[in-house]
């Protein structure tokens, strides 16, 4: 049972990733799934979230109108589309779940699974 974050990579500032979280071993159907970045030597911290009991979404300001997060029921996968990304956007990006249909906010020690994480570089 894992979760498995891809989709990063290096980018040019005001370029665009789309990074995928995707589930082994069981469905993210009916669980609100975050996502977390950390930069090295600093505290991990939340992002963006969706719930799964009416598909609100919810962002931290400093990604507000530049990010989107979303689901693909079939595939049980989320999503996280950046744009205009910037130099401070660098971080390995996780995401996340703590098994209950709605965001909960982002205390991290919440969070059961785990995907292993994926690198987002952004060039100045």
């Known amino acids: 049972v894992q979760l498995q974050a891809s989709g990063g990579g290096l980018v040019q500032s005001g370029g665009s990733l789309r990074l995928s979280c995707a589930p082994f071993?069981?469905?993210?159907?009916?669980?609100?799934v975050a996502w977390f970045r950390q930069v090295s030597g600093k505290e991990r911290e939340g992002v963006s979230c969706?719930?799964?009991?009416?598909?609100?979404?919810y962002y931290e300001d400093f990604v507000k109108g530049r990010f989107t997060i979303s689901v693909d029921n079939a595939r049980s996968t989320v999503y996280l589309q950046m744009t205009s990304l910037k130099p401070e956007d660098t971080a390995i990006y996780y995401c996340?779940?703590?098994?209950?249909?709605?965001?909960?906010?982002?205390?991290?020690?919440?969070?059961?699974?785990w995907g292993q994480g994926t690198q987002v570089t952004v060039s100045s």
């Open positions: 969706i719930e799964r009991t009416d598909g609100s979404t």
């Open positions: 996340a779940t703590d098994f209950a249909p709605s965001c909960n906010g982002y205390t991290d020690w919440l969070y059961d699974y």
């Open positions: 071993g069981f469905t993210l159907k009916n669980y609100a």
